[in-house]
């Protein structure tokens, strides 16, 4: 029963994350879309994951804890697909919160490590894509996201969270480049990073 119930508050959340979305997106200039998988996409697919995380054996601060880093995950998902930004307004509280959690882990700086390395790590990869394909290889928003998730996660579970995202994403180019019989265009890497997150967040609730 209470996993249906976390769903109520999860699909809530999500109307409401819809919601500062669009006004975070007015800020930048842009002008958000209104078709459905934009609007319905984010309270739909929080219902599901608050329903699944509640599941999982933790307590209702450690429940609530991991859905505020799930909305943060679910909304940069959206919001890159959409507009191919991730927002620094988003992404530097969520790291700030992070942090804070990771101090509590054992060992304290762990994360302060992981979350330094996947950043400098994605920085440089953004910094020789630019350098050979002249062109924007990776966001500043992959960085600052790759950063999050080593804070969120610690070492190993980065290493896989990454893993997943990186093919995620491999597989969507290769249906992008058949889709389309060509091997230009691009894909937003945020989301297939945020939904490696995901995944590796909830593996770490069932294994506690």
Do not use: N
């Amino acid at each position: 029963m209470f996993p249906a119930l976390w769903a109520v508050v999860g699909a809530a959340a999500g109307w409401l994350m819809r919601w500062g979305s669009v006004r975070l997106a007015r800020l930048e200039g842009l002008e958000p879309s209104s078709k459905r998988w934009q609007v319905f996409g984010p309270p739909v697919f929080c219902a599901i994951l608050f329903a699944l995380f509640a599941t999982e054996p933790m307590s209702l601060q450690q429940l609530a804890l991991r859905s505020v880093f799930v909305l943060v995950l679910v909304q940069v998902i959206f919001f890159d697909m959409e507009h191919r930004l991730i927002l620094d307004r988003v992404m530097f509280p969520a790291m700030a919160l992070a942090l804070v959690v990771s101090l509590f882990h054992q060992p304290w700086w762990a994360g302060i490590a992981t979350g330094l390395a996947a950043g400098l790590l994605f920085l440089l990869l953004a910094l020789i894509g630019s350098a050979i394909f002249k062109a924007e290889a990776l966001g500043f928003g992959d960085v600052k996201l790759a950063l999050f998730m080593g804070l969120l996660l610690g070492p190993l579970p980065t290493i896989t969270a990454l893993f997943y995202g990186v093919f995620l994403a491999g597989v969507v180019s290769v249906v992008v480049i058949i889709w389309h019989r060509s091997l230009k265009g691009s894909i937003a890497y945020g989301p297939y990073l945020a939904a490696g997150a995901l995944i590796v967040l909830f593996q770490l609730g069932r294994g506690q």
